[in-house]
């Protein structure tokens, strides 16, 4: 009996006769310290790296605070209040306030989005804003070699106090995400994130769960430095999704506590490959975030095993993405098009006028496709998906499962029960596109 966590509870299934489960990559749930208004407040009252938020703060304050979006897990509506309340007992009004969606490249929130990710009453209270990337307005912070100049969210740069929220958690390819990601992609500029992401993303080091030397967490931090933030706030999940710290301070001292603390928490060290992989997405049921679980499930299979991935998403992906991966992809002796790999060396978008991490997940996509036998497995909305990348669709684990086993074979798997926040330790070098 395998078990697969999922929003709505476990998914719980008998692997075939001959399957045997050789790593389960998983860690058990963190103890709670305490409700999570009383666990804020205590990091604010011992700031890492950086002095209180109050002493920051004076009565005629500007004041920004970035949230992450709706592709990401963070108890904003939970947060604010108290965060809003030590603002204002330093008589700081309200229409010094402004809420800025760190929506990167992704799409801007909608009303009802904002007031379910904020709460009614702070979305209605306070003047609130999702970041454009390619607004006309940004603010040139400095330049860096290979990126030119870079700007970030005018509100956020001409506050007087500037604010981050978010949570620490496996990024597939930042090694973590939260901190400094929180400012880079969140209120950067279109042009740097492209560049970044494309000139970055393809390192053997730029992978989940990877901290040092890795390009793509080091050119993010480079950048976000940029921006001189104030103070940051950032959870700390578990295996499950649940909030069991909070850390508070100086954005990159509290960054890498919360690197050592999630290394704890959700790394798992995994010494050998399977001949298959078992991976729920969990926590991701949104778009292309599905694709976050891809990383780690490749990086413990063998090349040319079985990867099957369980997922909640509901709704179909665009179609451009997927006429996309139908021209991008390569023939049998390459992963993409070879005028596409070209687009990448020089780093260009392989999808024009779109977010980049649809860019992003189309290379994930097309490697691990061609890489391993996948299977997407659940609502029948990933029928297209799949066709797209010739891969396997099936509606339910069991039914996948079966006939994985009609092959015969004896096989070794690994389970991976939240593919979006367990991440693997591997020694041995792992690369994307070879």
Avoid at 96 to 111: E, L
Avoid at 327 to 353: F, M, T
Wanted: aromatic share 6%; charged share 25%.
């Amino acid at each position: 009996m395998i078990k697969l966590l999922l929003k709505k509870g476990e998914l719980q299934v008998h692997l075939p006769s001959g399957w045997e489960v050789k790593h389960t990559i998983f860690k058990e749930a963190q103890p709670v310290r305490s409700g999570l208004q009383e666990t804020m407040m205590q990091a604010l009252s011992k700031p890492i790296g950086s002095p209180k938020l109050e002493e920051l703060l004076k009565p005629a304050s500007k004041v920004a605070i970035v949230v992450d979006d709706l592709t990401r897990h963070t108890p904003i509506s939970d947060l604010l209040p108290g965060l809003l309340e030590v603002i204002e007992s330093k008589g700081v009004p309200k229409g010094n306030v402004t809420i800025v969606i760190g929506t990167g490249t992704h799409r801007p929130m909608d009303q009802k989005e904002i007031e379910a990710r904020l709460g009614e009453g702070v979305a209605q209270a306070y003047r609130v804003e999702n970041h454009d990337a390619r607004s006309k307005d940004l603010v040139v912070m400095g330049e860096l070699p290979g990126y030119g100049k870079i700007s970030f969210n005018a509100t956020v740069m001409k506050a007087d106090v500037k604010i981050t929220v978010g949570t620490i958690i496996p990024h597939v390819h930042n090694g973590f995400g939260g901190g400094p990601k929180n400012i880079m992609p969140a209120i950067c500029n279109f042009d740097t994130v492209r560049k970044h992401h494309l000139k970055t993303a393809l390192h053997a080091r730029a992978r989940v769960g990877v901290a040092d030397s890795n390009p793509f967490l080091d050119d993010v931090t480079a950048i976000a430095r940029l921006a001189r933030m104030s103070f940051s706030v950032q959870c700390l999940n578990d295996s499950f999704g649940n909030v069991y710290d909070i850390l508070a301070g100086d954005v990159f001292d509290v960054f890498q506590a919360g690197i050592r603390r999630q290394s704890q928490a959700l790394g798992v060290a995994v010494s050998s490959k399977t001949d298959a992989t078992i991976v729920s997405a969990f926590p991701y049921d949104e778009g292309v975030q599905i694709m976050k679980s891809f990383m780690p499930s490749a990086m413990v299979t063998k090349l040319g095993g079985s990867i099957l991935v369980v997922t909640e998403l509901q709704e179909p992906l665009p179609a451009f993405f997927l006429d996309s991966i139908r021209k991008i992809k390569g023939d049998d002796a390459c992963v993409i098009d070879p005028a596409a790999a070209d687009k990448l060396s020089r780093c260009e978008p392989l999808i024009e006028g779109v977010g980049v991490d649809f860019n992003m997940a189309l290379i994930l996509v097309l490697a691990v496709a061609k890489k391993f036998n996948l299977s997407l497995i659940g609502h029948e909305v990933l029928q297209d998906l799949a066709k797209a990348m010739e891969c396997n669709w099936y509606p339910d684990l069991n039914t996948a499962l079966q006939k994985e086993s009609k092959k015969g074979e004896k096989k070794t798997v690994s389970v991976i029960p939240a593919g979006g926040y367990i991440f693997p330790i591997i020694s041995e070098p792992f690369e994307l596109l070879e």
